[in-house]
């Protein structure tokens, strides 16, 4: 589905939505859109980059964007394409990325009431800066959810929260690899808009590219956490698991002996006292002695610890 909004009088905004094949086509032949940059615009699984097409006068950024979700521990990122034609802005976006069409028609109208011309490289800077900072919602409560999951393991160590920290880092794993993609992106982006941008424009990609890096920073270090909180409690539950064992090894030994003993006076072999009335006493008393003296050799052998 294709959609058209002015952004000044001599450019327009085409919000492309799941295009059909003959859309496709109208994008090509009217909009000055590439077949090649077309593909990776509409690609759900392309990764964050800058793609230019020097001879169409054509740029294509693949960013990155947070897509909410109702899983604070699963949070979720979906690329979307702009791409700077020498006349329009072509925003290229699917079912998880369609709210993003939204935030430019809010951004479009926000500097419409500030601005007389709205050039579409501010359009794009302004959304840029929006998609960037949303990110910190989102790792805010990734970091509040690990803190309280950390608070619940003070007093009792369990699967459950091992698995709520897995979450968490698989989670942050996405977030990581988009914003790191988004810097570079914004970096190379940068680079080679700079000499035909305004100071003004300059100052706008500097903020956004400032608060992309501060997104990534967050994410890193709610990271860097979760994973050593997650690996101590591991730990933790490694040392539990031997303490168990230890344990059930040291009541093994010690409730063998009265076995043996029994065993060894059950043989048809005569032994002292094995026909004495009292003779299920002395084996007991022999059991009871053994045992106290395995204990005490253990103990003394620090086993206990």
């Not at 450019?11 to 859309?23: K, Y």
């Not at 069409?101 to 009431?113: D, F």
């Not at 302004?126 to 409560?141: C, I, K, M, Q």
């Not at 030994?253 to 005569?270: D, K, M, Q, R």
Request: some cysteine; hydrophobic content about 45%; aromatic content about 8%.
């Amino acid at each position: 589905m294709l959609s058209t909004e002015r952004i000044n009088a001599h450019s327009w905004w085409i919000s492309v939505f799941e295009p059909l094949p003959h859309e496709r086509q109208d994008l090509i032949q009217k909009y000055e859109v590439t077949k090649e940059l077309l593909d990776y615009a509409i690609d759900p699984y392309e990764k964050a980059r800058v793609e230019v097409d020097p001879d169409a006068g054509v740029t294509l950024l693949i960013f990155d964007v947070y897509v909410p979700t109702h899983e604070v521990t699963a949070p979720q990122t979906a690329p979307i394409g702009i791409m700077l034609t020498n006349n329009n802005l072509i925003t290229f976006t699917n079912a998880k990325t369609n709210f993003v069409n939204g935030i430019i028609a809010n951004q479009l109208k926000r500097l419409q009431n500030r601005d007389t011309v709205v050039e579409k490289l501010n359009l794009v800077l302004a959304v840029l800066y929006r998609l960037s900072t949303d990110y910190f919602g989102p790792l805010r409560r990734v970091d509040q959810k690990r803190q309280q999951i950390q608070r619940s393991l003070q007093g009792r160590t369990g699967r459950k929260a091992i698995t709520e920290f897995m979450e968490i880092e698989t989670g942050l794993v996405y977030m990581l690899t988009s914003l790191k993609g988004n810097v570079s992106l914004l970096e190379e982006f940068e680079r080679r808009m700079n000499p035909i941008m305004s100071t003004r424009q300059r100052n706008d990609l500097d903020d956004v590219i400032v608060e992309a890096q501060q997104g990534l920073e967050m994410a890193q270090m709610t990271s860097d956490v979760s994973a050593r909180v997650s690996n101590a409690y591991s730990k933790v539950l490694d040392s539990d698991l031997n303490q168990t064992m230890k344990f059930l090894t040291i009541y093994s030994i010690l409730l063998s002996i009265p076995t043996i003993v029994a065993g060894f006076y059950g043989e048809n072999v005569a032994l002292p006292l094995a026909n004495k009335s009292y003779s299920w006493i002395i084996t007991i008393v022999i059991a009871i002695l053994l045992m106290v003296l395995c204990a005490v050799f253990l103990i003394r052998k620090d086993w206990w610890k």
